[in-house]
């Protein structure tokens, strides 16, 4: 005998303008069964309603069709937010004594983009990045 579990069937609108028709038997994990994409250059929002509503009608939504937000995705758990107070304890920690102290790396690490010419250069530091990037590696955290 073949057991037939309720089937639940509801529409989530997605951060950025998706629609995915969710469907979920009792007892399993929601399954996505279909994403209507949105791109203002080939779908605009009535249509991709419409055919997110119109399916999850034949799949056996109950009307008026459940709608829901779509659950944003959780952090990643390899990326710790890292404040800059553990950065500068990092990087003392990694004082090395030569004719000059160096820090994390090499010199050019530090060097800053030079503010000759237009002026309108980036002077943004890669630093900040480049620590998290040492930090959040957990063969290099604690050992270089």
């Not at 069937?9 to 994990?29: K, S, Y």
């Amino acid at each position: 005998m073949v057991a037939i579990s309720p089937t639940k069937i509801w529409i989530e609108n997605g951060l950025f303008g998706e629609r995915t028709v969710m469907v979920q038997h009792e007892g399993c994990d929601p399954f996505p069964y279909a994403v209507f994409g949105y791109d203002y250059r080939y779908t605009d929002n009535a249509t991709t309603w419409r055919r997110a509503h119109d399916l999850a009608v034949s799949l056996g939504a109950t009307q008026p069709v459940e709608v829901r937000a779509a659950a944003l995705p959780e952090p990643q758990d390899s990326v710790a937010a890292i404040t800059d107070t553990q950065r500068m304890d990092w990087l003392t920690q990694r004082n090395v004594q030569v004719r000059e102290p160096l820090l994390f790396g090499s010199e050019p690490v530090f060097t800053a983009v030079s503010i000759e010419g237009d002026g309108e250069s980036d002077l943004a530091s890669p630093l900040r990045r480049l620590i998290d990037e040492r930090l959040n590696t957990p063969s290099k955290a604690g050992r270089d």
